[in-house]
Structure formats: structure tokens, C-alpha cells
């Protein structure tokens, strides 16, 4: 029985800064920046550039990802932080979710080098399309709620926590397929696909999508496939993907950031009427089986096939909810923990609203307050735990969980 759960497509090295109003402020004045000249969509050219677009997110409380013109403009703003170097990438942060509880996965890499050997969890399987050891790191900047950063004119402050990723990374750009991917899928009880959105040019990535596609012809039917969307440098890079994938995508994955792109307008996540007709018309955009849409208040899968989801939501959510709460370093009984927490009040409400009205199975996310809360990784995180709930993983889960049981009350010599 095929039971292996395959993430890829690419994982990267992140430069995750310790937040620092004042440094923020200090480069604010040092370059004159203007509340008038925030904008997130601004080429990053250079790190004036890279401080306009962090100050322009922070300013609506967003997040989003961004092409940077160089590694070392990121080198630069880096090091005037404190900084610590983790892994990332949608499939590697899913993983490392999974080997919390005990669950190895297969990642499908395109760049490696010694940071990447010594972070990854030894319970991961390779397959990667690198030929040589590089180095690109991703710049990841989480602010939290309420912070405040002084301008040349002004101040502007956070209405909520969010990150915001910036990069020039030419091996997930490239987002070349490993020759033994078709083999490692062979083997698949699921697969994610995440990563295209950072490509660049057209043809390229029509032909990685030759290249994944071929591969996916050794997945065994039954076979669940993922897809995470994200923030596309190319807007319309990510129907050219849906084109080429969407007949065999079963669950289709997006953020609150990534739904009001699609859509082109903001959505009160709190309003009932605004969510309800905000999925309706996402889903008829991306027809899949099940589309789900994850934020911090509730997280909700609709289409024909979004009610045999509902257990994935659950672990989905609580695993999130406890990287927010405890970063990386989670355990089983962090995760116990935040099962005891209580549920978003008004999330609860949209979720009772949006299952009374259409196709749809949803869950309310949970009441998290700490002083230093994880935004890093969230929905990445929310994949691994989605996917803890395969039933090949959920299987495999349960039996590490009765093992460590039984050592916990095994007497010793």
C-alpha cells in the first residue's frame, strides 16, 4: 500500500530577523522615507526599496512574498538585525510539521548546500534536481500587532501581525524537476505541490509543468494531491499552473492574502455574507473538489468534496495555532495544549454560515495570546498538520504516539 507523503517542490535557507521598531525607524529617516511613498508592489532595487515595501505592508497589516533585484541587498538589510538562519519552503516547513509527530516525508528539493544538511530532520528523504551546493537565502520579516515605526513625516503602526518574504533565489526560480520524482511518487499516499509562484519566465515554467506532470503519471490514483497556492511574482503565472494541474488537484489551498488577490477587492473575514460570497466566486474560479481558504479566525474547505475534510481542518488548524504559539520547537503535548484553548467566537459564527449555505465543512480557529507569537510558517504548518490527518500519516502518527507512551512508563534499569 502506497503510504509516503511527497512535498516539493523546493525548500529554501530563510534570514528570519528579530523584529526592531527602532531599527526600521533609524533606516526610515536615514533614507527620508514618506508615508506617501509606501507601496508594496515597488521593484526592490536596492534597500531603500526593500524598507518601502516592509513599511508599506506593515502599514495594512499584510503579508506577501517579493522578488528582490540581489542576495545582497537581503545580506545587508539582514545584518543589522539579530538573524537566524531556519529552513523554509512550503513542503519543508510541512515536513518538519510531520516529524514533530513522528511522520517522515519525502521532499522534493532543487538546491541544497550545509545549512540545508544540518537543519533538515532526519526523518526526511531527498530527491532533489541540484548539481551543486548554493546559497540563496529568503529574507523573512514578521512584525507583531501594534508595533510602531517613525517616518520622515509620520509614524505608521501595525493593525496586525503579519510576515512578509523577500528573495532572489535563482534555484526555485528555475524550479528544476529531480529525475526520481516520478519514482518517489510511485509510492504516494499524498503529494504537495508548492513553489511555482516564484518563477519568472513563461516558457520555463511550461516546461516544468511538462516535467511534473510526466512524474505524476506514477501516482497511484487514490493518491491525494495538495496544492498550496502563494504569492505569484506573476499574477498570471498561477493560471497558466491551475490550467495544467487543476484536473487532478483534490484539495486546493490559500491563504486570506492569496483570496483577496484573487479577487481583487478586500473580504471581511468576520462578516458571514462577505466570506460566503467570496468563496463562492474563488471556487468558481478554481473548481476543484475541495478549495480551502485557512486564516487566523477559522479555516473552511468547499466544493463537492470538502465534507471528508473535515479532520484534516481540525489537525490543520491546531497544528498552526501551535507553531503560532511555540514556533518551531513543538511537540505532541504543545499541541494537546492548544486543544484545550478556546475557539474564535465570531469564526465560529461564519463557519455555522458558511455550512448552512453551501457545500462547505469548516472549523474555528483558536484564541491565541502570547507576547511573541511565530507568523513565520504558519501556512505551511497548517499543510503539514492538514496532511497529518492522511490516513497513511494519521496511521503512522498514532503508532509513535503509542510508542512514546509506552517508554514514558517503561521503568528504566
Do not use: K
Request: charged content about 20%.
Amino acid at each position: 500500500m502506497a503510504e509516503d507523503l511527497v512535498l516539493g517542490l523546493g525548500g529554501t535557507v530563510d534570514y528570519e530577523i528579530r523584529w526592531d521598531a527602532a531599527v526600521l525607524s533609524a533606516l526610515a529617516a536615514e533614507y527620508e522615507i514618506h508615508r506617501d511613498e509606501l507601496n508594496s508592489t515597488t521593484p526592490i532595487i536596492d534597500e531603500r526599496a526593500l524598507v518601502v515595501t516592509v513599511l508599506a505592508f506593515l502599514a495594512t497589516g499584510g503579508g506577501g512574498e517579493r522578488f528582490v533585484l540581489s542576495s545582497e541587498i537581503i545580506e545587508r538589510f539582514a545584518a543589522r538585525f539579530d538573524t537566524a538562519v531556519t529552513l523554509g519552503g512550503t513542503g519543508v516547513r510541512a515536513g518538519i510539521a510531520l516529524d514533530r509527530i513522528g511522520v517522515p516525508t519525502v521532499q522534493h528539493l532543487v538546491s541544497i548546500d550545509d545549512t540545508v544538511r544540518r537543519l533538515l530532520p532526519r526523518s526526511m528523504r531527498v530527491v532533489s534536481s541540484a548539481t551543486r551546493d548554493t546559497l540563496d537565502p529568503h529574507l523573512i520579516v514578521q512584525y507583531p500587532a501594534g508595533t510602531t515605526v517613525a517616518l520622515a513625516d509620520t509614524t505608521v503602526t501595525a493593525p496586525a501581525a503579519n510576515r512578509v518574504i523577500l528573495a532572489n533565489d535563482a534555484p526555485n526560480r528555475e524550479m528544476a524537476i529531480a529525475d526520481g520524482l516520478g519514482d518517489a511518487l510511485a509510492g504516494a499516499a499524498a503529494f504537495l505541490i508548492s513553489g511555482f509562484n516564484t518563477m519568472q519566465d513563461a516558457a520555463l515554467l511550461d516546461r516544468r509543468l511538462d516535467d511534473l506532470v510526466a512524474a505524476m503519471q506514477r501516482l497511484p490514483r487514490e493518491a491525494l494531491v495538495y496544492y498550496e497556492d502563494a504569492g505569484f511574482y506573476h499574477r498570471s503565472f498561477a493560471a497558466d499552473v491551475r490550467r495544467r494541474l487543476l484536473d487532478r488537484i483534490d484539495v486546493y489551498g490559500m491563504n486570506e492574502d492569496e483570496l483577496q488577490e484573487y479577487l481583487g477587492r478586500p473580504v471581511d473575514l468576520l462578516a458571514p455574507e462577505d466570506v460566503i460570497a467570496a468563496l463562492a466566486e474563488v471556487h468558481a474560479l478554481i473548481p476543484v473538489p475541495a478549495l480551502v481558504v485557512h486564516t487566523a479566525c477559522w479555516a473552511v474547505a468547499v466544493g463537492p468534496a470538502a465534507g471528508r475534510h473535515r479532520a484534516s481542518l481540525e489537525s490543520a488548524v491546531r497544528t498552526a495555532a501551535t507553531r503560532y504559539r511555540v514556533g518551531d520547537g513543538c511537540t505532541p503535548a504543545d499541541l494537546d495544549d492548544t486543544a484545550r484553548l478556546p475557539r474564535h467566537p465570531v469564526g465560529a459564527v461564519v463557519v455555522a454560515e458558511v455550512e448552512r449555505r453551501m457545500p462547505s465543512a469548516g472549523v474555528a480557529g483558536y484564541v491565541v495570546d502570547v507576547a511573541r507569537p511565530t507568523t513565520i510558517g504558519l501556512g505551511d504548518t497548517f499543510v503539514g498538520g492538514f496532511l497529518a490527518a492522511v490516513p497513511a500519516a494519521a496511521r503512522i502518527a498514532a503508532e509513535v504516539a503509542v510508542a512514546r507512551a509506552l517508554d514514558a512508563v517503561t521503568p528504566t534499569a
